[in-house]
C-alpha cells in the first residue's frame, strides 16, 4: 500500500491487495484477492472489489484478479469480480466514472475515459471501449461488446454487440450516430461525415452485412470509418445491433 493512500473506517483490504499513491478509499469498502488498483482513484463507501466470480464453475481456490488504472471514480456500492479462468484478470483502464451501484463481472474489460451510468449490469467478459457511455440500469450479456464513444439509453437491454459511435436503445437496437459524443471527443466535421457515410452504407442502403462489407471492401474510407466497419466485421455470432426503423428516428 503506498504511503499516500487514505483508507477509511471499517475497510477491509486484503494481503493480497496493491493500492497505488494518492487513492482514497471510503468506509465500509471490502477489497480481496490479488486486486491491484493504481494511483488517484477514489473509491466510494460499501464498494466490493476482488470478490469471487458469479460462476458456478468457479473454484476458491482459483489464482484470479482485478486491475484497476489511475483516475478512476467508482462510487457507492459497485461490485467489481475477479477473473474465472486461472490466472485471468477483469481489467479496468483509467479516468472511469463508476456511478453507485454499477456491477463489473468476471473478465470484463473496461477500457479509458468511459462512465458507467448507476445501477448498470456488465455479465461476463463483456469488453466495453474507450469513451463510451452506459446509461443508468443498462443490462449486458456475457461475451459482447460496446464499441468506442457508443451511448446506450438508460433501463435498455443488449445481448448483441453496440458498434462505435452509435446511440443504441431499448432492446437491441441502434437509432443513430452519437453525433453530440462525436463533437465532444473533437471529431472533426470531415471525420464525421465518414463515419456517416460508413453508418449508411450497412444501415441504409438496403444490402444485408455481409453485402455491404464486401461492397465497403471496395471504396476508400478514412480510419475512424474503418474503426467502425472492422469492428461490424468481427463481431461476435448474435452479431451487431440493428438499426430502428421507424421513420425519423435516425440521428445522423
Known amino acids: 500500500m503506498a504511503d499516500g493512500a487514505e483508507i477509511g473506517p471499517f475497510s477491509l483490504i486484503g494481503a493480497g491487495a496493491s493500492i ?5 478509499i471510503q ?15 477514489w473509491i466510494g463507501h460499501g464498494v466490493v472489489i476482488g470478490a469471487p466470480p458469479q460462476d458456478v464453475s468457479f473454484e476458491r481456490n482459483r489464482k484470479t484478479r482485478v486491475e484497476i488504472g489511475d483516475g478512476n471514480i467508482i462510487r ?4 467489481i469480480h475477479r477473473g474465472t479462468a ?7 483502464g483509467h479516468g472511469n466514472f463508476l456511478m453507485a451501484g454499477a456491477h463489473i463481472g468476471h ?31 443498462c443490462v449486458f450479456h456475457q461475451f459482447m461488446e460496446v464499441g468506442r464513444l457508443a451511448i446506450t439509453q438508460g433501463a435498455s437491454a443488449f ?9 443504441a436503445a431499448e ?22 461525415r465518414e463515419v456517416k457515410r460508413a453508418f449508411k452504407l450497412v444501415y441504409l442502403s438496403g444490402l444485408n452485412v455481409a453485402q455491404a462489407l464486401e461492397k465497403a471492401a471496395g471504396l476508400d474510407f478514412n480510419p475512424l470509418a474503418r474503426e467502425f466497419l472492422d469492428f461490424i466485421a468481427r463481431a461476435k455470432k448474435r452479431g451487431v445491433c440493428p438499426l430502428k426503423r421507424t421513420a425519423g428516428s435516425v440521428e445522423l
Open 20 to 24: 497505488g499513491d494518492k487513492t482514497v
Open 27 to 41: 468506509s465500509h469498502v471490502v477489497i480481496e484477492g490479488e486486486t491491484r488498483i493504481g494511483s488517484g482513484n
Open 76 to 79: 457507492e456500492f459497485c461490485t
Open 86 to 92: 486461472e490466472g485471468s484478470a477483469t481489467e479496468i
Open 107 to 137: 473478465n470484463c474489460f473496461v477500457g479509458n475515459g468511459v462512465i458507467i451510468a448507476n445501477n448498470c449490469l456488465l455479465g461476463g467478459y463483456v469488453r466495453v471501449n474507450d469513451g463510451a457511455f452506459l446509461g443508468g440500469g
Open 159 to 167: 445481448s448483441k454487440d453496440i458498434p462505435p459511435f452509435v446511440i
Open 171 to 192: 432492446r437491441n437496437l441502434v437509432f443513430g450516430l452519437n453525433v453530440v459524443g462525436l463533437r465532444r471527443a473533437g471529431i472533426s466535421p470531415r471525420d464525421r
